[in-house]
C-alpha cells in the first residue's frame, strides 16, 4: 500500500504542479502525489480526456465502468458510478457493464464500445468487427481519445489496487453490494 499524504501536504505538493485542489484532496492523488511530476503529468491527461475533448461522456464513461468491472478496481468503477450519475445516465445504463449482453439500454455503438474495451484488455486490439462498427458512429479524433481513454482507465486501475487507494468519503462501494467474481 501507498500511504495517503495528509490533505494539506497533497493540496501542497499539487500545487507545485499544476493540480488545484479537487484532485489533489482526492485519496487517488494523495497517495500518487508521493511522485508530484507524475501526478501532474497523470492530472493533465486525466483533464485532457475529461474536460477538453470530443469524445461524448456517456461513451467516456461506458468504457471507464467496463474498465473498472473487468479489472475489479472498486475505486475506478464506483467513482465512475458517481461521474455517470452526474451526467444523468440511468443505473441501467451504468450498471448495464457487469452484463453488457443482456442490458437493453444499451445500441448496438455502446455494445461496440463496451466489447472494445473488452477486447484492448483481452489482447491489446480490438478486433475488425468491433473497430469497423465504431469507425461508423465516431470521427477520428473521437476514435484516439476512445483508444486512449481505455488505456489510460486500465492504467490507473492497476496502480488503484497496486496502491490499495481507499474510496474518498463519501463515494458508495459496489452498487447494489455486487462486485466482480
Not at 22 to 48: D, P, Q, Y
Request: aromatic share 8%; proline share 3%; hydrophobic share 45%.
Amino acid at each position: 500500500m501507498i500511504p495517503l499524504l495528509p490533505v494539506d501536504e497533497a493540496v501542497r505538493r499539487g500545487k507545485e504542479v499544476g493540480l488545484d485542489e479537487r484532485f489533489s484532496s482526492l485519496n487517488a492523488f494523495r497517495a500518487m502525489l508521493h511522485s508530484s511530476r507524475a501526478a501532474g503529468a497523470v492530472a493533465e491527461l486525466l483533464r485532457t480526456l475529461m474536460f477538453h475533448n470530443t469524445l461524448n461522456a456517456r461513451a467516456r464513461e461506458l468504457v471507464i465502468l467496463r474498465n473498472g468491472w473487468r479489472t475489479r478496481s472498486e475505486y475506478e468503477f464506483c467513482q465512475h458510478v458517481r461521474v455517470a450519475r452526474d451526467l444523468k445516465m440511468t443505473d441501467e445504463e451504468i450498471l448495464g457493464v457487469r452484463d453488457p449482453a443482456n442490458c437493453r439500454a444499451y445500441c448496438e455503438t455502446d455494445r461496440a464500445v463496451i466489447r472494445m474495451a473488452d477486447e484492448l484488455l483481452d489482447n491489446s486490439e480490438a478486433s475488425v468487427e468491433t473497430w469497423s462498427t465504431l469507425q461508423k458512429a465516431f470521427s477520428n479524433e473521437e476514435l484516439v481519445e476512445l483508444l486512449l481513454v481505455a488505456g489510460f482507465w486500465r492504467m490507473v486501475a492497476g496502480y488503484l489496487k497496486t496502491a490499495k487507494v481507499p474510496l474518498d468519503a463519501g463515494v458508495a462501494s459496489w452498487p447494489e453490494g455486487k462486485s466482480p467474481a
